[in-house]
T-cell receptor, first 114, second 107 residues
Framework: GAVVSQHPSWVICKSGTSVKIECRSLDFQATTMFWYRQFPKQSLMLMATSNEGSKATYEQGVEKDKFLINHASLTLSTLTVTSAHPEDSSFYIC??????????FGPGTRLTVT | KNEVEQSPQNLTAQEGEFITINCSYSVGISALHWLQQHPGGGIVSLFMLSSGKKKHGRLIATINIQEKHSSLHITASHPRDSAVYICAVYNTDKLIFGTGTRLQVFP
């Protein structure tokens, strides 16, 4: 149990375009989903926390207009990187929580902006 | 100083060895997670604990709340255990991550 999927697993896009990443909890209802970013050989950095049906809470320094998060249902959250630039290239990981203090992580999405 | 410190940062072992990874934290926590990240990037949750000890297969995790310290032990290590092991603590509704311990187990 407790499986979280992400799609796509990797994506290459051109500078200026937008990219949407999906995060799904496959076998449980996720009241809260988290979006992280990870640079090579570094730890995960929390970008935002989203609760189903509510606006996401962004961490300090994360541009909410650039990284749009939608948590439309108890099994799906999406992260849209708008007007992507090469500096947005990174590994993006989501996690989902259905119970307090639990987090189950997705396999990640590697984004490359050319 | 990081709020969550792990040691060692890098660890190499021969197959079959007993391995210990340590995690110390300086903040109040509600729970502590041990995570495993393989080279492909995916993260697997190994343990969540708030007191005592948990065991799953060859893995054992312990936590001492008074000393703000946790350990992850791997018995009879195997090359497939090679990964980055991350300690993360739950503080004010979010996880704070350690910098990870890179483990390589050689046959």
């Amino acid at each position: 149990g407790a499986v979280v999927s992400q799609h796509p697993s990797w994506v290459i896009c051109k500078s200026g375009t937008s990219v949407k990443i999906e995060c799904r909890s496959l076998d449980f209802q996720a009241t809260t989903m988290f979006w992280y970013r990870q640079f090579p050989k570094q730890s995960l950095m929390l970008m935002a926390t989203s609760n189903e049906g509510s606006k996401a809470t962004y961490e300090q320094g994360v541009e909410k207009d650039k990284f749009l998060i939608n948590h439309a249902s108890l099994t799906l959250s999406t992260l849209t990187v708008t007007s992507a630039h090469p500096e947005d290239s990174s590994f993006y990981i989501c996690s989902a929580s259905g119970a307090i203090y639990e987090q189950y992580f997705g396999p990640g999405t590697r984004l490359t902006v050319t | 100083k990081n709020e969550v410190e792990q040691s060692p940062q890098n660890l190499t072992a021969q197959e079959g060895e007993f391995i210990t990874i340590n995690c110390s934290y300086s903040v109040g926590i509600s729970a502590l997670h041990w995570l495993q990240q393989h080279p492909g990037g995916g993260i697997v949750s190994l343990f969540m604990l708030s007191s005592g000890k948990k065991k799953h297969g060859r893995l054992i995790a312990t936590i001492n709340i008074q000393e703000k310290h946790s350990s992850l032990h791997i018995t009879a290590s195997h090359p497939r255990d090679s990964a980055v092991y991350i300690c993360a603590v739950y503080n004010t509704d979010k996880l704070i991550f350690g910098t990870g311990t890179r483990l390589q187990v050689f046959p």
